[in-house]
Nanobody, 119 residues
Framework: QEHLVESGGGLVQAGGSLRLTCVAS????????MGWYRQTPGKERELVAT????????NYGDSVKGRVSISRDDAKNTMYLEIDRLKPEDTGLYYC????????????WGQGTQVTVSS
């Protein structure tokens, strides 16, 4: 099983930027997609961004499109999420997720890293 650990969250002022990091360990060779999701207050967990290692295909959630960038460093088994022009409504718990090639959904999840944006 793949183990995921997020870091990089914190308190930032509106308009600022953050880079979140997700380090993967364990069984990573059969991962065919990785992504970032977030849980914001009063809302269900929502997609932020996904990336497919095999072809680099990227998908961004509508609420963050144009302000985020997802990337991977395969040599380090690490995934990143850059968030720019942060808004108070971006406040929430950001999760790293992975989907094995035999699964139809993201089944491996990290514990999350908290992002708090002050106005």
């Amino acid at each position: 099983q793949e183990h995921l650990v997020e870091s990089g969250g914190g308190l930032v002022q509106a308009g600022g930027s953050l880079r979140l990091t997700c380090v993967a360990s364990g069984t990573t060779s059969n991962t065919n997609a990785m992504g970032w999701y977030r849980q914001t207050p009063g809302k269900e967990r929502e997609l932020v961004a996904t990336i497919r290692p095999a072809d680099g295909r990227i998908n961004y959630g509508d609420s963050v499109k144009g302000r985020v960038s997802i990337s991977r460093d395969d040599a380090k088994n690490t995934m990143y999420l850059e968030i720019d022009r942060l808004k108070p409504e971006d406040t929430g718990l950001y999760y790293c997720a992975a989907r094995p090639n035999w699964a139809t959904a993201f089944i491996n999840w990290g514990q999350g890293t908290q992002v708090t944006v002050s106005s």
